[in-house]
T-cell receptor, first 117, second 115 residues
């Protein structure tokens, strides 16, 4: 159980393109989903917290207009990187959590490797 | 504020041996949870084990066990009988109410299992 699907796995596109990444919880309802960014050989950096039906909460320094997050249902959150540029190239990974307690693990998707040319 | 510290350099472990990964944390929250995740080179984050701050016993999950020493604020992961597939980055993380239940991650430990 607790499977999270993230799509696509790889994206290579030209500078200026907008890229949408989907994160789905397949066998549970996720009250909260999270979006992270990870640079090579570094830890995960939280970008934003997404709650179903409400606006995402962005971490300090993350551009809201650059990284659009929509959490339309209890099983789907999307991250859109708008007008992507080479500096946006990174590994993006989402997670989903069923409940709200400190004992609830986050279950992660497989991540998306984004390369902007 | 929550802080997770993982300072060990990369580790080479002989297959079938046990390995201990260190994790210390800092929080003033009375209630918190500690997690370990595994990240192979393919990138996915795999949840391994959880320890609650009020749990009296150390958590175990198959070959994984957590050595929880609350007074020392440490939550070390022990992997017994290492396998080649255990080669990965391992991240310690903490969730707490004061942190809005977001996960604070350590920098990770690199483990390479050699035959």
């Amino acid at each position: 159980g607790a499977v999270v699907s993230q799509h696509p796995s790889w994206v290579i596109c030209k500078s200026g393109t907008s890229v949408k990444i989907e994160c789905r919880s397949l066998d549970f309802q996720a009250t909260t989903m999270f979006w992270y960014r990870q640079f090579p050989k570094q830890s995960l950096m939280l970008m934003a917290t997404s709650n179903e039906g409400s606006k995402a909460t962005y971490e300090q320094g993350v551009e809201k207009d650059k990284f659009l997050i929509n959490h339309a249902s209890l099983t789907l959150s999307t991250l859109t990187v708008t007008s992507a540029h080479p500096e946006d190239s990174s590994f993006y990974i989402c997670s989903a959590r069923a409940g709200t307690g400190v004992n609830q693990p986050q279950h992660f998707g497989d991540g998306t490797r984004l390369s902007i040319l | 504020a929550q802080k997770i510290t993982q300072t060990q350099p990369g580790m080479f472990v002989q297959e079938k041996e046990a390995v201990t990964l260190d994790c210390t944390y800092d929080t003033s929250d009375p209630s918190y949870g500690l997690f370990w995740y595994k990240q192979p080179s393919s990138g996915e984050m795999i949840f391994l084990i959880y320890q609650g701050s009020y749990d009296q016993q150390n958590a175990t999950e198959g070959r994984y066990s957590l050595n929880f020493q609350k007074a020392r604020k440490s939550a070390n992961l022990v992997i017994s009988a290492s396998q080649l597939g255990d080669s990965a980055m391992y991240f310690c993380a903490m969730s707490s109410i004061y942190g809005n239940n977001r996960l604070a991650f350590g920098k990770g430990n690199q483990v390479v299992v050699i035959p």
